[in-house]
């Protein structure tokens, strides 16, 4: 089964303490379709700017996912550049520039309009619900989302949270989406919003899934060298919604819904070794399989 992914597609300048990198291939989309194509086949929407560099679109072709949704217009790829403090979880935006990003509309080609699986990355709520109005029939829909919708499009993300199963976002919007300083309370209340499902990461300190009463907490990977965690959320809510199209069932299950959040982490953890998506490119799913069995070991111990 495929995955349907629209976001952003960017070209970002990211400064770390000891480095900094420009024009790199970034953007939701790009981290998210990726991270799903390890596991299965993706169908990917957005637009960039006639400055795009042909090598990312022909990367994008190697890993298999389809750019019948891809719109490529005149002018500038939006651009965005961020500054990481010295504990690389603190980051500032230093500039973005929205470029051809501003008058986008995502519109679907007739072909994707049936993908069971979708995952709306991180773009404006208005967006997000502009694609699930063109789907057909979505058996599982995801969405990511970041602060600046919920300072200034909450009313259109609150529409959205009503037509999604999964919403993925961090630990300070879960608390600034519900005014709760509890997450589990946070989570709760966000599940009273709509989704039925809902995860909240936590950067290095990993992620929790809330569903029917009942949570999953999903450690993160203890890496001794990060390189850039720019796009760590977005390939994480890749890996996830990968994993769960490929499963191919009717319903998603909680047990699959578990495994998926571990999945997304192992991505995740791989994508912060290095800048933009240079680790994604070398990853094979042997590296994946044997981190996500460190995982697992990681996380198991004996009865009391
Ligand atoms: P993350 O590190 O998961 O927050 O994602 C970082 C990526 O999000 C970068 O590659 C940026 O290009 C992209 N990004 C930053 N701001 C926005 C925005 N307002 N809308 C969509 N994508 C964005």
């Keep these: 089964m495929s995955v349907l992914v629209v976001g952003s597609i960017a070209l970002d300048t990211v400064k770390t303490p000891v480095e900094e990198h420009a024009d790199l291939l970034g953007g939701s989309a790009s981290y998210a379709a990726v991270g799903a194509s390890f596991s299965c086949p993706v169908n990917m929407v957005g637009v960039v700017g006639d400055d795009f560099p042909e090598a990312h679109i022909d990367y994008f072709r190697q890993r298999e996912i389809d750019l019948a949704g891809l719109q490529r217009v005149p002018g500038k790829t939006f651009r965005w550049s961020g500054e990481y403090m010295w504990d690389l979880n603190t980051r500032e935006t230093r500039s973005v520039e929205l470029n051809v990003f501003e008058h986008f509309t995502p519109t679907l080609p007739e072909s994707y309009r049936a993908t069971p ?8 709520p208005n967006l997000q619900n502009h694609v699930l109005d063109q789907m057909e029939r979505a058996r599982f829909v995801i969405a990511d989302t970041m602060d ?19 919403l993925i976002l961090n630990d300070s919007e879960a608390r600034q989406l519900t005014s709760e300083t509890s997450l589990v309370r946070a989570g709760a209340r966000i599940r009273a919003m709509g989704p039925r499902y809902v995860v909240i990461k936590k950067g290095e300190h990993g992620a929790l899934l809330f569903g029917d009463d009942r949570f999953f907490s999903c ?11 720019t796009g760590a959320g977005d390939t994480f809510a890749g890996g996830l919604a990968g994993y769960l199209a490929a499963q191919d069932t009717a319903e998603v299950s909680w047990e699959q819904l578990r495994r998926a959040v571990v999945q997304g982490s192992v991505l995740a953890s791989f994508n912060v070794e290095a800048f933009s998506l240079e680790r994604l490119r070398t990853l094979t799913t042997a590296d994946i399989h044997e981190r996500y069995e460190m995982f697992r070991l990681m996380s198991q111990f004996e009865v009391l």
């Design 117 to 124: 699986y979708v995952l709306l990355a991180n773009i404006g």
């Design 148 to 166: 600046l919708w919920i300072n200034i499009a909450r009313d259109e993300l609150l529409r959205l949270l009503g037509r999604v199963d999964l």
């Design 219 to 229: 450690g993160a990977y203890p890496l001794e060298d990060i390189h850039d965690p």
